[in-house]
């Protein structure tokens, strides 16, 4: 089955400074990577997800890279802000088929004003 | 549109216990499901339903279950509680299955003491 490994497990990063967080994947049948936002307390959210059949998706400071062949995707925040601080989670998913999503273990992000 | 629902918001069992979750979807939504969520684990899927049908399931134990009724809300079931078991358990729904985007409740908040 399909297993997620995601780094790092915590991450500092500068306020208006760059966060990247990475995830790689077995399954090279999955085909969908949706990424997730959970602030202390509060549900997890989806932020951005990306499909195989697209290598990049950008939505205002969150981008999100996939590379099929390395079997990784990225997420990218840029110009960071307090209000940033939470765990993030990636997935992947089979899609179509009858598969789950699996998660990673998520990575605990700290904005340091 | 109300988002999704789960009761109760926390519990409290001892060991040996059995417990059921409710979780209803977001209007509309067909598909349900359930993840256990732990500092040490992260989120783990623990099965989904589609149309009052189990589609997939985790590893879990048979202690484990869940079942859907017909508008399409959703419950599961722990029986024999275990210290282990103490966790959030977050129900997730989305209009079809697997690559739909999916909505997180609130979560149960379960303590086995």
């Known amino acids: 089955g399909e297993n997620v490994e995601q780094h790092p497990s915590t991450l500092s990063v500068q306020e208006g400074d760059s966060a990247v967080i990475k995830c790689t994947y077995s399954d090279s049948a999955s085909n969908y990577f949706p990424w997730y936002k959970q602030e202390l307390g509060k549900r997890p959210q989806l932020i951005i997800d990306i499909r195989s059949n697209v290598g990049e998706k950008k939505d205002q400071r969150i981008a999100v890279t996939l590379n099929k062949t390395a079997k990784h995707f990225s997420l990218h925040i840029t110009e960071t802000q307090p209000e940033d601080s939470a765990v993030y989670f990636c997935a992947a998913s089979e899609g179509d088929r009858d598969d789950k999503i699996i998660f990673g273990k998520g990575t605990r992000l700290h904005i340091l004003p | 549109k109300a988002g999704v629902t789960q009761t109760p918001r926390y519990l409290i069992k001892t060991r040996g216990q059995q417990v059921t979750l409710s979780c209803s979807p977001i209007?509309?939504?067909?598909?349900v499901s359930w993840y256990q969520q732990t500092p040490g684990q992260g989120l783990q899927f623990l099965f989904e339903y589609f149309s009052e049908t189990q589609r997939n399931k985790g590893n879990f134990p048979g202690r484990f279950s869940g079942r859907q009724f017909s508008n399409s809300r959703s419950e599961m079931n722990v029986s024999t509680l275990e210290l282990g078991d103490s966790a959030l358990y977050l129900c997730?729904?989305?209009?079809?299955?697997?690559?739909?985007?999916?909505?997180f409740g609130p979560g149960t908040r379960l303590t086995v003491l």
């Open positions: 209007s509309g939504h067909r598909s």
């Open positions: 997730a729904s989305s209009p079809h299955p697997s690559t739909d985007t999916q909505y």
